[in-house]
């Protein structure tokens, strides 16, 4: 077995939220889930609010909940949340009788999960500033950057070459 030692870790570039015995199965939230894990703060609330799906909203609430517990206690910035981890697991189920014919019982199991947000300031994180500089550092490299200035294609290449549409 191979274990891997993790990185120290800034406690004080996260926020989470948790919510337990929400009222649906874990693979329906799941499915919104997924949509909006490592996506910025405010593009997840958008996404969530034109989803169709019922499980959108207590998501919803939980993002903006993990937010201002960032906001208010910690001091983040909204712009510069975003998901960093997002995960789903199964609760305990409901168990609830129903009647059925002949005096017999039918056992229905309503099932729930408990949803967890945690949510990441980019501005405070020194991992993302280290990578920012090293970006920037790639970027002035002189065998990184393309020397040929006139790379736009005009109209003529484009539509004459055959480039675009030519294809079957």
Known sequence: MIMRKRGKRNPYTEVYALSQHIRMSAHKARRVIDQIRGRSYEEALMI?????????????????????????????????????????????????????????????????????????????????IKQSKYMILCSKKPGLINKNKNTSLTRHDTYSSGGLWDKK
């Not at 998501?59 to 949340?81: C, P, R, T, V």
């Not at 697991?89 to 999960?113: D, H, W």
């Open 48 to 128: 969530l609010e034109l989803m169709p799906y019922r499980a959108c909203y207590p998501i919803f609430k939980l993002i903006y909940s993990a937010a201002a517990n960032g906001i208010h206690n910690m001091g983040f910035d909204e712009a510069s949340l975003v998901i960093s981890k997002a995960e789903v697991n199964e609760g305990t189920a409901m168990k609830r009788v129903k009647p059925q014919a002949r005096g017999r019982s039918y056992l229905i199991k309503r099932p729930t999960c408990h949803i967890t947000i945690v949510l990441r300031d980019l501005s405070v994180d020194e991992e993302y």
